[in-house]
């Protein structure tokens, strides 16, 4: 029973095209992230939502935009597809919005843009 | 620009070997986790030491905190194929309403049986 998943697993799609990666949660937690981790593994964080207010917003392009219909949920939309897109992105979650909370990793979307 | 640097990039040893890795950090942080990734899955937490801990123990892991010199380091012990990973650690800047964590670029550890 996965506790963060996420779909899809693989996306591979052309430039300009508009695509979302999905996220669920089951741990009961009220914080989720997008991390963005690049071909180097460097992981950065792109969002986080507490209670789905949005707490984090860093200097992330605005083709991409972040969705939380409710607290177990956290989805990205990302418009006009730019090759420099391509990475692994990950949905993570916690209980509580302060950093010292262990955070719960899904397993990742790897994202080839052509 | 980044907080939290490991080193070495990528270690090689021998089953049954102790692996050593390094973290250092630019600003003062409230705590220091150390996460585990396998190759192709999401991270892993391993351990969490609190800025006014020195060392801390979890199995076979140890993970040591020197604040005065901004600097973690994460001892596996024993060492089997199966830790076999990229470890990475991520600090929490302190202030109020540190709401994140900044991750490092991490260290390969590779365990040869």
């Known amino acids: 029973d996965t506790a963060v998943s996420q779909t899809p697993k693989y996306l591979v799609t052309q430039m300009g095209n508009d695509k979302s990666i999905k996220c669920e949660q089951n741990?009961?937690?009220?914080?989720m992230y997008w991390y963005k981790q690049d071909s180097k593994k460097f992981l950065k964080i792109m969002f986080s939502?507490?209670?789905?207010?949005?707490?984090i917003n860093e200097t992330v392009p605005n083709r991409f935009s972040p969705k939380s219909p409710d607290k177990a949920h956290l989805n990205l939309h990302i418009n006009s597809l730019e090759l420099g897109d391509s990475a692994v992105y990950f949905c993570?979650?916690?209980?509580?919005?302060?950093?010292?909370?262990?955070?719960?990793f899904g397993a990742g979307t790897r994202l080839s843009v052509l | 620009s980044q907080q939290g640097e490991e080193d070495p990039q990528a270690l090689s040893i021998q089953e049954g070997e102790n692996a050593t890795m390094n973290c250092s950090y630019k600003?003062?942080?409230?705590?220091l986790q150390w996460y585990r990734q396998n190759s192709g899955r999401g991270l892993v937490h391993l351990i969490l030491?609190?800025?006014?801990?020195r060392e801390k123990h979890s199995g076979r892991l140890r993970v040591t905190l020197d604040t005065s010199k901004k600097s973690s380091s994460l001892l596996i012990t024993a060492s089997r194929a199966a830790d076999t990973a990229s470890y990475f650690c991520?600090?929490?800047?302190?202030?109020?309403?540190?709401?994140?964590?900044?991750f490092g670029k991490g260290t390969k550890l590779s365990v040869i049986p």
């Open positions: 600003t003062s942080i409230n705590n």
């Open positions: 991520a600090t929490d800047i302190s202030g109020a309403g540190s709401y994140q964590l900044t």
């Open positions: 741990l009961g937690h009220d914080t």
């Open positions: 993570a979650s916690s209980q509580g919005r302060i950093a010292k909370n262990i955070q719960y």
């Open positions: 030491i609190r800025s006014n801990e």
């Open positions: 939502y507490n209670n789905k207010e949005l707490i």
